[in-house]
């Protein structure tokens, strides 16, 4: 398959950022959701934006112009419900009747912040390349090394093993080095052909000696093995090391999301 950028026709693009969409939220799944007319409304009791946002999937009828106000108050009153604020994850993947566009105009004058401007990267799986150095671990294992690595405090660790052990995919917890002493770990999620990179960090005291592009090369070979062609990831836009890292394997941008909270 052709980077991204080089896809042709037009709709074969769409039809890629639609299915990488519709998997990274299978990657990360809320503990609940619920549709409402093309939305989908997920609740994970406050852990990560990305599961307690509301994510404009389909184009609603009627006009969503006719029922926009109504629609956002009953997002609105359920999250307050549950004691969060509102969030919506809005995405540059386009509909044609420019609901998203519209949707982030209101949100906007209703004095909504613009949070997390992300970059969706993708890039094809030629090679089986080597998984030299990467160990898997069980996923109890894993999650104490993420967490140490990352910072992670207690009470965030139970919710993030929560939305992990409800995950049906094929997973591969990964390590450079090991429990004990690791240098880096990451998440392979396989879906189909699909293969999404999530929680990819490096320790603190060993940056900047390829530990990180071991991890990610390693995961890449493993998800070729599983019989993935594709690979997707998502970074905040302006993290310049991991975007030069992820450009030197042959990942470009597919598009990108962003987050609207409410006050």
């Known amino acids: 398959m052709k980077p991204a950028e080089q896809l042709n026709p037009p709709e074969d693009r769409l039809s890629l950022c639609r299915r990488v969409e519709e998997a990274s939220l299978n990657a990360w799944p809320a503990m609940q959701q619920m549709l409402v ?21 389909y184009p609603g009828t009627p006009s969503i112009a006719d029922n926009l ?10 999250y307050a419900r549950e004691r969060l604020r509102t969030i919506f994850r809005l995405t540059s993947v386009g509909t044609a009747d420019g609901a998203h566009e519209m949707l982030d105009a209101y949100l906007a004058v209703r004095e909504y912040a613009h949070r997390d401007p992300t970059l969706v990267l993708t ?3 030629n090679e089986t390349g080597r998984q030299a150095g990467l160990q898997l671990l069980p996923l109890a294992d894993w999650l104490e090394v993420y967490s140490r690595l990352s910072g992670m ?3 965030a660790k139970a919710l993030h093993g ?14 450079v ?6 240098l880096a770990c990451g998440l392979g999620v396989l879906e189909q052909d699909l293969l999404g990179l999530f929680d990819v960090v490096t320790n603190p005291s060993a940056r900047r000696q390829g530990h990180g592009r071991a991890l ?21 836009r302006d993290n310049d090391p991991a975007r030069a890292l992820y450009d030197s394997l042959g990942f470009t941008k597919l598009y990108e999301y ?4 409410s006050a």
């Open 37 to 57: 007319d093309g939305w989908l409304l997920r609740f994970a009791q406050g852990f990560t934006k990305r599961a307690n946002s509301v994510v404009p999937l």
């Open 69 to 78: 106000p109504s629609k956002v108050r009953f997002c609105e009153n359920l």
């Open 123 to 125: 890039a094809p799986l």
């Open 153 to 155: 405090p207690a009470s």
């Open 162 to 175: 929560a939305i992990l052990r409800g995950m049906p995919q094929v997973c591969a917890y990964a390590v």
């Open 177 to 182: 080095g090991d429990a004990e002493r690791p």
């Open 216 to 236: 990610v090369a390693g995961l890449l070979a493993w998800g070729t093995q599983q019989g993935a062609r594709r690979a997707y990831l998502q970074m905040v």
């Open 258 to 261: 962003w987050y609207r909270v």
